[in-house]
């Protein structure tokens, strides 16, 4: 069936660092990929997507690249801040059949000051 | 305010109880979703709605079940057949049409069995 397999975390950064959480992915034919944070305290809200291979999708300074010789769907940002501190999950959806999402294990970052 | 609601945040059962977690929507989103969330493990598909009057069970359904008897309503119980019912869910909505990805998600509720 499919599956997302993400990092394990803590991710623990200092402000301004580079930011990569991995995501690989196994799905039969060519499913569409996201991005889902979750804020302390709140529910998940979608960061960004990509629907097909070679796509990227990028929002608040977050970007990933869907690759599909790799299986990967990996989220980067250039320069984290402190209010990025969250706990950010990977998904996807197969494009016919089942109309939900498949989640990963999820990633907790941690951005000191 | 246009949202998902779930009630109550918090809580607390015996075992052998059954509870149920309540979810309304005034979105006017068609589809509504049923998740549960772990520690290292993420979400987990329990039931979804299309529509009105019909469901299907995602990947951990044993022990749950659901109704859809009005599009804004979508209540959860978890029954005393859940082995392991202490965890926090989250029900999400979804437009009508080609299924995008884009979930929108409640706040969630927090179940502890004593």
């Known amino acids: 069936g499919d599956s997302v397999t993400q990092m394990e975390g803590p991710v623990t950064l200092s402000e301004e660092a580079f930011l990569t959480i991995n995501c690989t992915y196994t799905?039969?034919?060519?499913?569409?990929l996201f991005w889902y944070v979750q804020y302390p305290g709140e529910g998940l809200q979608l960061l960004l997507k990509?629907?097909?291979?070679?796509d990227k999708g990028s929002n608040k300074g977050f970007e990933a690249t869907y690759r599909k010789e790799t299986t990967s769907f990996h989220l980067e940002k250039g320069s984290v801040q402190v209010s990025d501190s969250a706990v950010y999950f990977c998904a996807l959806s197969r494009n016919t059949g089942r109309r939900a999402l498949t989640f990963g294990s999820g990633t907790r970052l941690q951005v000191q000051p | 305010d246009g949202g998902i609601t779930q009630s109550p945040k918090y809580l607390f059962r015996k075992e052998g109880q059954n509870v149920t977690l309540s979810c309304e929507q005034n979105?006017?989103?068609?589809?509504m979703y049923w998740y549960r969330q772990d520690p290292g493990q993420g979400l987990r598909l329990i039931y979804y709605s299309q529509i009105v009057n019909d469901f299907q069970k995602g990947d951990i359904a044993e022990g749950y079940s659901v109704s859809r008897e009005k599009k804004e309503s979508f209540p959860l119980t978890v029954t005393s057949a859940q082995k392991n019912p202490t965890a926090f869910y989250l029900c999400?909505?979804?437009?009508?049409?080609?299924?995008?990805?884009?979930?929108?998600f409640g706040e969630g509720s927090r179940l502890t069995v004593l």
């Open positions: 999400a909505t979804s437009l009508k049409g080609q299924f995008t990805g884009e979930l929108f």
């Open positions: 979105l006017n989103h068609d589809a």
């Open positions: 799905a039969t034919g060519y499913p569409s």
């Open positions: 990509a629907t097909k291979a070679d």
